[in-house]
Structure formats: structure tokens, C-alpha cells
């Protein structure tokens, strides 16, 4: 199991962006090791998969964050990023990355292997 290290939370009042990263191990090999995600747990509530993106092909998105957040990697940095635009109060929660899928499909509903410490990310109203 490998510590990932996410970075970017904060304070922001709503309507405003925040860029989360997270780096990751250079993983190779099979696709499904390529499947990365970010979850999300606000207190009192369930961690839930908010975005996920695979090697190749498109990017999945929870309806909550749909339009608003976009997911990403750069290979070359090994670093996962998601950018949150238009923030809701809602959106305030602890957020978290992680890696090395281990049962297909790549998708928010994955179950991973390795997990970053989490990122706060507080949206005031």
C-alpha cells in the first residue's frame, strides 16, 4: 500500500475555485492501476466518489459535481489534479485521492487500494 499526498484545500466563500493535486506513485503496468479517483466525506455523512478518470478514455463525475469540477492526470508529473469551480456550500467537505483500482470498472463507485491523508475544503456562503 503507498501513502498518496493530496494538497490545494482551503477557505473559500461560494462561487469561488480551488485546485486540488495529488501526487502518486509512477504506477505501470495493467490499466486498471492507471484508474485514479477523488472522494469527498463531509461530516455526518458517507465518503462518496465525486470524480475517477483511467488511463485512457473519459472522465466520470458524481451528478453533485457535474459541470463543475474537472478531473485530470499529468503522467509525466505523476500527479492528479481536480479543479473545483463554482463552489457550493455544500461542496465542504474532507477530499481525498486515490489510486490502484482493485475491481473494475474504473468509476466514483471504485474500490482502491491507496488513499492520501485528505485535503480540507471549506465553502462559506
Known amino acids: 500500500q503507498v501513502q498518496l499526498v493530496e494538497s490545494g484545500g482551503g477557505s473559500v466563500q461560494a462561487g469561488g475555485s480551488l485546485r486540488l493535486a495529488c501526487v502518486t506513485p509512477?504506477?505501470?503496468?495493467?490499466?486498471?492501476?492507471?484508474?485514479m479517483a477523488w472522494f469527498r466525506q463531509a461530516p455526518g455523512k458517507e465518503r462518496e466518489g465525486i470524480a475517477a478518470?483511467?488511463?485512457?478514455?473519459?472522465?466520470r463525475y458524481a451528478d453533485s459535481v457535474k459541470g463543475r469540477f474537472i478531473i485530470s492526470k499529468d503522467n509525466a508529473n505523476n500527479t492528479l489534479s481536480l479543479q473545483m469551480n463554482s463552489l457550493k456550500p455544500e461542496d465542504t467537505a474532507m477530499y481525498y485521492c486515490?489510486?490502484?483500482?482493485?475491481?473494475?470498472?474504473?468509476?466514483?463507485?471504485?474500490?482502491?487500494?491507496?488513499w492520501g491523508q485528505g485535503t480540507q475544503v471549506t465553502v462559506s456562503s
Open positions: 486515490a489510486a490502484f483500482l482493485l475491481e473494475a470498472p474504473c468509476s466514483i463507485s471504485g474500490r482502491f487500494r491507496d
Open positions: 509512477a504506477y505501470t503496468g495493467a490499466f486498471r492501476l492507471n484508474c
Open positions: 478518470i483511467a488511463a485512457v478514455g473519459s472522465a
